[in-house]
DNA sequence: CTGTTAGCGCCTTCAA
DNA sequence: TTGAAGGCGCTAACAG
């Protein structure tokens, strides 16, 4: 019962040999003779000795360590994410200290606090704040913590900074641009945290976009800005239908958002797509799931890992690489053409010509 | 660029104090002066020191990590207890490092040993697959990591390892009883990989328990046995649906089996639950936002996590803790009495009384 | 191929 | 209240 972890000296005690040589023996097996190395592995093996990769790394002044911030694992979106690195990560030897932002500043900046203080070599960022991106920034000069940023393309200067990301805003328009093929013209979005966070603005700027090439004039009551989770989708979708003149199609920019939103849907006795249509983003795995399967915008999640983690990982791999990732959209059951005939009794209006304001 | 991380050794010199005096104005601001605590902190600000944490463990020998194994970071229902692990980890100034094991003993076996090496203080573990019993329960008695094993009561002998679940096999009757009261004697049952893990195998006994108790034949061909996920439910679902008498009450032991098996049912045109009621487990968020909401067992994912981290924390925390949590039955809209009728032209026979084998 | 010697960044007696 | 010295477990440079 809580005997002492034992170390490299009662190894190399048993072994009769010297501490250095037991550490060579564990780590470059080549350099020490075959007789040695049998008697050190077997030493080791006798005692159950456990190698401490803690005390490694402050001995080599390295980290074998990475600190991945995500703004919800609860998210399955981003829980692929944290898969793909800790796949790409246990193969390199590595270990991922995770935390969840929960798109909250302050959590934000005590979680990376904890990890500059754990020594990570590096930290993969998602959804990061405004509010932070000026310390990051200085961050990645100043010291020697590599930083990649995922999920989006940042706007300007990532001179120092990695990014794993897509064009979110030209996701978002292929997602509006979708609905308005179909013959929407008074579409709803529900989207994220845009004034905390750029990935989401670029959403919401995307949409825009998509409007104006179509003429179609920005309804700012039309926007609805909640956190991606399922209960403030459906709520958000309540009041949409509750408006003087509910939309007949609506993007969800976040798929868990999408679901609350179904759900709204249904509850009202709405049917989609013939009532109402809806496309999510993300493609998260149960997208394919509800009913009807939801349309979306594919992102490949476990890629973004992938590369984000071997950025970090990578010896080789230089101060600092941009991945813009293509998306595209994946047409499920939830879109459809807009009907012509009245939502509820009430008659959508067309307006044209609009320019936003 | 690339500057090196400076120490305490470099505050010392600014402040004009030695290192062990740093060391304590960081750590126990009490055992300093004022004046040499507010040198000191200047000077840590100006540097724009961080405190090394790794070190410090080091030298302390003690441990401020704690490691977290789960089956899947991408079911939900983990991640709402890999965020409240966090927090309570967090707010005691620990690290979390996690792992997903996916159900495969060789991965498991690997991440733990990574842990180790990383000398985490304690290891929260869920899903345990046999394979690694042994291990752990040697672990537990003659080391001093903490072992806290989570989301099942264990069988046996738990004496020096600690737990946070509740009764899944009573959980699972609870289900299957649902179902029964609702008339239906034809049960199927989708269930997670209960040959590798005991949680899961659990949920089977539960099963039968039911069954018994109403008196209905044990079918093992209304069995299937699939990880948990979305996939898996649809395909097992297909597969019960194609049997010459398909079951008309079925339990997913898992939200995100039912959530692929409600996708089937939809498909093969199918109502639920006026033709086929589904059961679900865990109450995942999402649970309630499908079409029909799911009835499901309701598990407090973020209590055990709270209540394991704190076992591990926690210095008061003797040697062991049992934690068996209760749960319950969420009834919605997935659920619904059996129909007389036929399902797809065929008769669902009843059969009473058969003994199971 | 192996042992000796420093030293990584911090903490903790023990004196002063 | 503060500093000096030794040590945590391991690695790296240098002899031999």
Redesign the pocket.
Known sequence: MAE?????????RLA?????????????P????????A?VNGAAAQLG??????????????STVIGVLVPAASNALFAETLHSIQDVAMAAGHSTIQGATRYDEAIEGKLIDTLLQRRVKGLVLTGLTYGQEARIAQLATASDVRIVITWEKPPVDTGSISYVGFDNRKASELAVRHLIELGHTRIGLIVGPYSRIARTRHRLDGYRDALDAAGIAFDPSLVLERLPEPVEGREAMEALLAQEEPPTGVFAASDMLAFGALRALHAAGLDVPSDVSLVGFDDVDLAAYTHPPLTTVRVDAARIGRLAAQILIDPAEARSRHYCLDCDLVIRGSTGPVRSGPLRGRHTEIKLGGIPS
């Open positions: 002492r972890q034992l170390n490299m000296r009662e190894v190399a009769e040999v010297s501490v250095a040589t037991v550490s060579r023996a564990l780590r470059e080549d350099k020490v003779s075959d007789d040695t190395r008697r000795y456990i190698y401490n990769a803690v005390a490694g790394d402050i001995s080599t002044g390295r």
